[in-house]
């Protein structure tokens, strides 16, 4: 595969939890209080978020993988709630975080405006529900007075779009066939593992972007990606060139 740029592709795929915006230590958050209210242990929430990392990139072909670590967390809580009642929940507890304290990663709303004004086509490629981006597209004041996705981004893609989440291929390989693209269009951005790997499997370039919760894994993510970025200042430097 040819090593090319972002600046050289036209459309831009981008995760969106822990690449645009700060938001897995906010699940951590979630996860530690969704704990708490079952009865479970207090854990440190670097732990809880890597255990919730492994659950999901093993379980990513189960009808609803975040349904799946619901019950499996309840279990480890101890906790006899049903999976349902535990990811009821979790939207509970995780609402107010998500439309008041997510926000986009410092520089990454002046990427966006930039590749927008490029004429790039903008696309977003995540793991996250559908109700989620909902209250991202509509209230949380955060993204919208910075760059609102339904103005900057051409699709929106969720894990309800597939069958398989990330580390599959599959949301990639979904949305060229939708828009009509092959993998040389591309360029994708991404944080994790799961997210890397699913890039490589896609065959399309992979610009890691620097996340303080993926530290455990931040040399593999080194050797897979094709460009390594400390922080969205580092695409900006690119793009002001």
């Known amino acids: 595969m040819e090593n090319k740029s972002f600046l050289e592709r036209n459309t831009i795929i981008f995760d969106m939890d822990g690449t645009l915006i700060d938001s897995i230590g906010i699940w951590n958050q979630v996860d530690c209080a969704l704990m708490a209210a079952m009865g479970g242990p207090a854990e440190e929430e670097m732990a809880v978020g890597r255990r919730r990392d492994d659950f999901l990139a093993a379980h990513g072909t189960d009808d609803n993988p975040y349904l799946s670590y619901c019950l499996a967390l309840a279990r480890h809580c101890g906790c006899s709630w049903s999976g349902e009642e535990v990811f009821r929940k979790r939207y509970e507890i995780s609402r107010n975080f998500l439309i008041h304290q997510v926000d986009y990663k410092k520089g990454a709303p002046e990427v966006i405006q930039k590749l927008k004004s490029l004429g790039k086509t903008l696309v977003i490629a995540t793991t996250t529900k559908k109700a989620n981006m909902d209250i991202y597209r509509s ?5 919208r007075a910075k760059a609102p996705l339904d103005a900057c981004f051409t699709a929106i893609y969720t894990r309800e779009d597939v069958s398989s989440i990330k580390p599959s291929p599959e949301v990639h390989e979904k949305l060229m066939s939708d828009l009509g693209l092959t993998r040389e269009d591309c360029f994708i951005f991404e944080d994790s593992l799961a997210g ?11 610009g890691v972007m620097y996340d303080r919760y993926s530290e455990g894994d931040k040399e593999k993510l080194r050797e897979m990606g094709d460009f390594w970025y400390d922080s969205w200042q580092d695409v900006l430097a690119v793009l002001s060139k």
């Open 139 to 143: 209230l949380n004041k955060n993204i």
């Open 196 to 206: 890397v790997e699913a890039a490589k499997a896609a065959g399309i370039p992979v």
